[in-house]
């Protein structure tokens, strides 16, 4: 039983356009949400959280947003670079959890 | 110095071999991870020590040994793996006592049991 899910697998954008990637989870208990990014043979490498306190968190090209009551956060990157292309984890825990919980992750292609 | 280093990048076990994957932060964090993550699927969690100590075994089967000598060293004792055991491990630190924070992650081992 999955407790945090990215439905789309892989998704191609424009180099300069925006991308989307969208995650949903199911714990209501999460209270703390993260995007990883992930080159291939490479560890995770964080790239922007957010507590369930905000509904947005921006920085720089990233901008996290979530709706708690639909239980369901998105990252969106703008503008789009080739440098982008990686798998993004999303992620949750609880406060005081020690436990992250990855999602499957999306494939970004960024196309120039 | 905001790195988990892990080593060795690479590695190639019989199955009847004794190996181990070590893991190092100097950043202070009292909370240290082992996950495991095949192709094409999210990392999934191992152990966590806490303080040194270990507060989480995700149901691990007992030819992986953690260990954790001291609040910056973690090491994964390894024994008898079957092929199935092959993946990418991966190290993560994080402080505790800080409220909500990420992982670091190490750059993971890529482990090949023959």
């Known amino acids: 039983d999955q407790q945090v899910k990215q439905n789309s697998p892989s998704l191609s954008v424009q180099e300069g356009r925006i991308s989307i990637l969208n995650c949903d989870y199911t714990?209501?208990?999460?209270?703390?949400f993260l995007w990883y990014k992930k080159y291939p043979a490479e560890g995770p490498t964080f790239l922007i959280s957010?507590?369930?306190?905000?509904d947005k968190n921006e920085d720089g090209r990233f901008t996290v947003f979530l709706n708690k009551s639909a239980k369901h956060l998105s990252l969106h990157i703008v503008p789009s670079q080739p440098g982008d292309s990686a798998v993004y984890f999303c992620?949750?825990?609880?406060?005081?959890?020690?436990?992250?919980?990855f999602g499957p992750g999306t494939r970004l292609s960024v196309l120039p | 110095d905001t790195e988990v280093t892990q080593t060795p990048k690479h590695l190639v076990m019989g199955m009847t071999n004794k190996k181990s994957l070590k893991c190092e932060q100097h950043m202070g964090h009292r909370a240290m991870y082992w996950y495991k993550q095949k192709a094409k699927k999210p990392p999934e969690l191992m152990f966590v020590y806490s303080y040194e100590k270990l507060s989480i075994n995700e149901s691990v089967p007992s030819r992986f040994s953690p260990e954790c000598p001291n609040s910056s060293l973690l090491n994964l004792h390894l024994h008898a793996l079957q092929p199935e055991d092959s993946a990418l491990y991966l190290c993560a630190s994080r402080p505790m006592g800080q409220g909500n924070t990420e992982a670091f992650f190490g750059q993971g081992t890529r482990l090949t049991v023959v």
């Open positions: 714990n209501s208990m999460f209270d703390y």
């Open positions: 957010i507590s369930s306190i905000k």
């Open positions: 992620a949750a825990i609880r406060t005081y959890g020690q436990n992250f919980v």
